[in-house]
């Protein structure tokens, strides 16, 4: 995957309460780059995730996904 990522991303399962997120800010260099997301439908959820995470496909997908419904919701 590709720097810059994508602006839209899906996660697999809910975190903090959702499950889709739009790119805010980004920064750092190699292994040290970090995402900063918001939450779709809440503004006010916002959280910085390192790369190698959101790159992880098991876990985010880039877009906004379709998902199924968490099995512990």
Not at 9 to 27: C, D, K, M, P
Not at 29 to 57: P, T
Request: glycine share 6%; proline share 3%.
């Amino acid at each position: 995957m590709r720097w810059p990522p994508q602006i839209s991303w899906s996660s697999a399962n809910t975190r903090e309460g959702s499950r889709h997120y739009q790119v805010l800010s980004l920064g750092g260099k190699g292994e040290e780059r970090w995402v900063e997301l918001s939450a779709v439908m809440d503004k006010n959820v916002r959280f910085e995730i390192s790369w190698c995470e959101l790159k992880n496909f098991t876990k985010c997908s880039s877009g906004w996904l379709q998902l199924l419904k968490d099995e512990d919701e």
